[in-house]
């Protein structure tokens, strides 16, 4: 038994500090070595498996575990009277849960990221961004609460805070108004990122129009959701919006989408040629599934009349490429094919004026 230590007597021996280090390095060689040997039997273990998550799990863990081993091999060193004095079982004390906090930590983070390494083989886009939502969601809920878990037992180890906690609990109705009125936009918060992981209005990667703003769902936290739109902005959405209010997912169940192009012509165009001509150049895109090639006529005014170009794509990326293809094209085509189905106010002026100089 070594000759305890009295911290209140500033004079240190040369003994005890020999002492301490002998037991400090006997410690920390004692857990790398047993760590080593762990992670040697895990490797092994990981190789037999054809699951990617294994070995993800095991190289996100592995470097937390081995300093709460070490901080474990230190605290047993100190109860055993290997190293002596208040100080390491204070010490201890605070960093314990705060290593056993990041080994938890760091397992739901491998544990996340294995899952959907895992669900990168899935050939439905739909399912795999169903299930990356959840994962991120959930896991991310996860790891709030062992945040707040091990802050809360870290600092339950200061007298003072183990103070206001025992008065709290004395006046524990009073309290329990004050903390839930100061944690109902948290909660609120939470449920929503909790409800939003299980019923799945909109997932991530999913094309969305809130606020008359389109663009992908980037991340889905439990206070925001951020959409980037096509120009690189990003929008920052609360989460509740997306639960209390409508919105527009256009990839709810996929991406095939049906899209149009609005052309207004004059009312004397004849409206055959035209029809042909799209369905025509259509069947030679790329970006065309197969679906969808109309046109028709949706409105008639007195001065004009509106024909509608309906198409279809497999994707959102594709349909307003086409979208783009087919306007462009159809507008050049009209101008060369059948220059008089385009409106030309100017040429009213234009005659107008005309009609006036030969008057004059």
Known sequence: MFERYDPRNWSISWDYL???????????????????????????????????????????VRGPVRWAMIGFALSIAAHADAL?????????????????????????????????????????????RSQRTRIAILAR???????????????????GVRDIGVTMMA?????????????????KSLIAGIQMALTQPLRIGDLVKVDGQAGRVEEIRM??????????????????????????????????????????????????????????FVKTCDEWDGRTATALMTEAYPESIELRLAMSSATIGNLFTLRCLVREH????????????????RLEVEAANARAMGEA
Do not use: C
């Not at 762990?38 to 998550?53: E, H, K, Q």
């Not at 208040?86 to 201890?92: G, M, N």
């Not at 159809?330 to 030309?344: G, K």
């Open 171 to 187: 006046s524990a109705g009073l309290a329990a108004l004050a903390v839930g009125a100061a944690a109902q936009p948290a909660l």
């Open 84 to 128: 002596d004095g208040r100080a390491w079982d204070v010490a201890t004390s605070y960093i314990s849960p705060a290593l056993l906090g990041w080994v938890a930590y760091s397992l739901v983070k491998g544990l996340s990221a294995g899952w959907e390494a895992k669900l990168e083989r899935a050939d439905d886009p739909v399912a795999l």
């Open 18 to 60: 020999v002492e301490a280090l002998v037991a400090i390095g006997a410690a920390v060689v004692a857990a790398l070595v047993l760590h080593w040997l762990l992670f040697v039997i895990l490797r092994r273990i990981t190789r037999l498996s054809a699951n990617p998550a294994d070995d993800i799990v095991v190289k996100a």
């Open 223 to 280: 206070s925001f959701v951020t959409v980037r739109t096509w120009d690189e902005r990003v929008l920052v959405v609360p989460t509740s919006r997306f639960l209390d209010q409508s919105f527009e997912n256009w990839s709810r169940i996929n991406e095939q989408l049906t899209g149009p192009v609005m052309l207004h012509l004059d009312p004397a165009t004849e409206i055959g040629p035209i029809r042909e001509e799209f369905e025509r």
């Open 141 to 159: 809920t996860v790891k709030v609460a062992i945040i707040i878990i091990t802050v809360s037992l870290v600092m339950l180890n200061i007298p």
């Open 330 to 345: 159809m507008i050049e085509w009209l101008r060369e094919e059948m220059p008089d189905a385009l409106i030309r106010h």
